[in-house]
């Protein structure tokens, strides 16, 4: 596609549930990148994959959140057992492999737990 | 990543140039400088970036001065749609680990009618 595509695009959960959030990178993009970003705060990592590497899961706030890449394309961020304070949109990013290469964000999925 | 400080605001009328200031005074020789800027509600969206000579593109101008510890970003006719926050990013392109961005606060850019 022509930019980074993430859904669902808004989505309401109940507490205690688990969601899933997909992202779809821009073609020949082997970089990809999930962040939070909290109402009036700032941009938070989460977690970085590049190519077949092992990905970097160092900003994963709990075990309750996990995200995995098939095929070196799509990624899903999953949420366990979701908490208020998971509110938040999550943002996915992606660049070509070559270092240096700008990084292209999508729109987000707007998570709201109630 | 070489840290960077911004005003936490800024207003410009409709129609004139905004300036964007950014201090990396501990930016190193490696290290680029990114303007990203965020529209409410919306993702962030890659402006522009440079290392040492300026830079212009179809939406911005970056200058950057010449002993690289400060820059500055300009939208050379702002309107309203310009409104949002500016951030101006330090990353360096070694290309290992996460390699990613670290947003600061930035700049809420207000443009005024």
């Known amino acids: 596609g022509a930019g980074v595509s993430q859904s669902p695009s808004n989505k309401v959960t109940e507490k205690g549930k688990d969601v899933e959030l997909r992202c779809d990178p821009i073609?020949?993009?082997?970089?990809l990148y999930w962040y939070r970003q909290s109402l009036g705060q700032g941009l938070e990592f989460l977690i970085y994959f590049q190519g077949n590497s092992a990905p970097d899961k160092s900003g994963l706030p709990s075990d309750r959140f996990s995200a995995e890449r098939t095929g070196g394309s799509v990624s899903t961020l999953t949420i366990q057992r979701t908490q208020q304070e998971d509110s938040a949109v999550y943002l996915c990013?992606?660049?070509?492999?070559?270092?240096?290469?700008?990084?292209?964000f999508g729109e987000g999925s707007w998570l709201t737990v109630v | 990543d070489a840290k960077t400080t911004q005003p936490p605001s800024m207003d410009c009328a409709e129609g004139r140039a905004a300036n964007l200031p950014c201090n990396h005074s501990?930016?190193?020789?490696?290290?680029?400088v990114y303007w990203y800027r965020q529209i409410h509600s919306q993702g962030p969206q890659y402006i522009i970036h440079g290392l040492k000579n300026n830079e212009t593109n179809e939406m911005a101008s970056l200058i950057i001065t010449e002993d690289r510890k400060s820059s500055t970003l300009i939208l050379p006719h702002a309107t309203l749609r310009d409104t949002a926050v500016y951030y101006c990013?330090?990353?360096?392109?070694?290309?290992?680990?996460?390699?990613?961005?670290?947003f600061g606060k930035g700049t809420h850019l207000i443009i005024q009618p």
């Open positions: 990013a992606s660049r070509r492999t070559v270092s240096g290469n700008t990084i292209y």
């Open positions: 501990t930016i190193s020789g490696n290290e680029y």
């Open positions: 073609s020949g993009h082997t970089a």
């Open positions: 990013i330090v990353r360096g392109h070694s290309g290992g680990g996460a390699d990613g961005l670290t």
